[in-house]
């Protein structure tokens, strides 16, 4: 699905892209697609010589869920003294948090096509176990202990 937009920013900035084709959700199940992306970027700045990629210049990019893949690997990579450190990562409306499907920019935009409030928890649900059927819980917010909701609060709160 982003063959023709990979090719068009290897082409346009000059650059080395690699796509990874990881599993997907709901056939396969949290982490399989993170360790799929962790795998290829590993294995990608391990061999950069021979691609010809100079190791200060790797960047990280997904959007949706590859952006909440761009972001996983990113903070697992960060602390490794055995790989080149990424220059940078890129998030396109990633899927960064489940806490909370209340905030304010889920209610500016719960009508907004293509990914409304409910579709985008529905996924996100998909994504941790392939199951949906505590949708409702999650959308109200039940689905989280008030004391995670207390020990995230200073980073997923409405104000």
């Known amino acids: ?14 650059s080395v892209v690699v796509s990874v084709g990881y599993r997907l ?8 697609a993170y360790e799929d992306c962790l795998s290829a970027t590993q294995h ?5 010589q021979h691609y010809g990629v100079d190791p200060a210049r790797v960047t990280v990019c997904g959007d949706s869920a590859g952006g909440n893949l761009a972001a996983a690997v990113s903070q697992t990579l960060a602390g490794r003294s055995d790989l080149p450190r990424l220059r940078a ?15 304010p920019s889920y209610q500016q935009n719960r009508g ?10 529905f996924y ?5 176990n392939g199951n949906a059927t505590k949708l409702e819980e999650v959308l ?16 997923v709160n409405p104000d």
């Open 124 to 128: 996100m649900l998909q994504y941790l």
């Open 44 to 48: 990608f700045l391990q061999h950069l």
């Open 140 to 155: 109200e917010g039940s689905h989280i202990p008030v004391d995670i909701k207390l020990k995230y609060r200073k980073w």
């Open 112 to 121: 907004v096509p293509l990914l409304f409030r409910e579709r985008a928890a």
């Open 89 to 103: 990562q890129i998030l396109i409306y990633p899927g960064l948090q489940a806490l909370d499907f209340n905030l």
């Open 1 to 14: 699905t982003h063959e023709e937009l990979c090719r068009f920013i290897a082409r346009e900035s000059e």
């Open 25 to 32: 959700a709901p056939e396969h199940k949290y982490p399989a």
